[in-house]
């Protein structure tokens, strides 16, 4: 079994403003940690994971299929594989929350 603490996760700027790590995995899935920053944005993107994730602090909102998706502290949300979609912190707070991928996502783009 592996155990891993956010105190110890080693955090890449994917975009500006935007923190992710890679936190656990398995074969069939990993778990990613985030932290946007206010103003901070994902572009729109799609890959063949499913994405699944939950949010514990800060607001984000969600941009796919020509609409928008606030989600707020406790709120959990799925993205089927292949959906384009985005995300902004429109907020004043610091967005942090966690996303699931299966299957795992094997060196994403952003740790390049």
Same mark, same amino acid.
């Given at each position: 079994m592996?155990?891993?603490s956010?105190?110890d996760?080693?955090?890449?700027e994917?975009a500006?403003?935007?923190?992710?790590?890679i936190?656990?995995?398995?074969?069939?899935?990993?778990?990613?940690?985030?932290e946007? &920053? *206010?103003?901070?944005?994902?572009?729109e993107?799609s %890959? *063949? %994971?499913?994405?699944? =994730?939950?949010?514990?602090?800060?607001?984000?909102?969600?941009?796919?299929? =020509?609409?928008?998706?606030?989600?707020e502290? =406790?709120?959990?949300?799925?993205i *089927?594989g292949?959906? +384009?979609h985005a995300a902004?912190?429109r907020? &004043? &707070?610091?967005v942090?929350?966690?996303?699931?991928?299966d +299957? +795992?996502? &094997?060196? +994403?783009?952003?740790?390049?």
């Open positions: 592996d155990h891993v956010l105190s996760l080693e955090t890449m994917a500006d403003g935007v923190h992710l790590a936190m656990a995995g398995t074969d069939s899935m990993n778990v990613q940690h985030f946007i &920053e *206010p103003g901070a944005a994902v572009e993107h %890959h *063949p %994971h499913e994405q699944t =994730g939950f949010i514990y602090e800060g607001e984000l909102t969600f941009l796919t299929d =020509g609409e928008e998706v606030v989600c502290p =406790g709120d959990a949300y799925g *089927p292949g959906q +384009p902004e912190n907020g &004043e &707070e610091t942090r929350g966690v996303d699931i991928f +299957p +795992p996502r &094997e060196n +994403p783009t952003w740790q390049e």
